[in-house]
């Protein structure tokens, strides 16, 4: 798990992780969830996470100087992301789904609020902490983006709510 103290490489890495980890936790909500709302919020979150995925990794090569991009690709496709962004194990999300017999828009809204508030409080801590300068600055970044994704599901909370 990540801690602020890696290297910038190190710190990219554990954040393609957990980029992953989420991306592949909404994409199984989606499958799962029984309502077509809470379906399309989770489609779309994990979407937005395959673009975290995809700016990270760009960053990733761009200092290795692209002398890596069949091992990174190797790298992304096998290993194991068994955490979230939020620093929830992806299992632990997955038996939550499981406990309920379907997903609501209101479920999915909180559950989807819980993890990118939780994944904007890690990268804003890191970004404080991180020992790397250059690792802080794509903390920041990251904060930044899951900004966007609570005031997203802020928004939609009350449209729904209005309906």
């Known amino acids: 798990m990540i801690t602020g103290k890696e290297d910038l490489i190190q710190a990219l890495i554990e954040a393609y992780l957990m980029e992953k980890g989420t991306m592949n936790f909404y994409a199984d909500a989606a499958v799962k969830a029984l309502n077509p709302e809470a379906k399309k919020v989770f489609r779309n979150l994990s979407l937005w996470e395959?673009?975290?995925?995809?700016?990270?990794?760009y960053l990733y090569q761009s200092i290795q100087e692209d002398r890596d991009i069949t091992g990174f690709d190797r790298f992304s496709k096998n290993t194991e992301a068994?955490?979230?962004e939020a620093g929830i194990?992806?299992?632990?999300?997955e038996a939550e789904i499981e406990k309920h017999k379907?997903?609501?828009?209101?479920g999915a809204l909180i559950l989807a609020l819980e993890i990118e508030?939780?994944?904007?409080?890690?990268?804003?801590k890191l970004a404080k902490s991180a020992v790397d300068t250059n690792a802080r600055v794509v903390f920041q970044e990251m904060s930044e983006q899951e900004t966007k994704h609570i005031d997203y599901l802020k928004r939609l909370r009350i449209k729904l709510g209005e309906t």
């Open 50 to 57: 395959h673009k975290h995925m995809d700016f990270i990794g």
């Open 82 to 84: 068994p955490h979230t």
């Open 89 to 93: 194990p992806v299992k632990d999300l």
């Open 102 to 106: 379907f997903i609501d828009d209101p």
């Open 117 to 124: 508030g939780k994944s904007y409080s890690l990268y804003s």
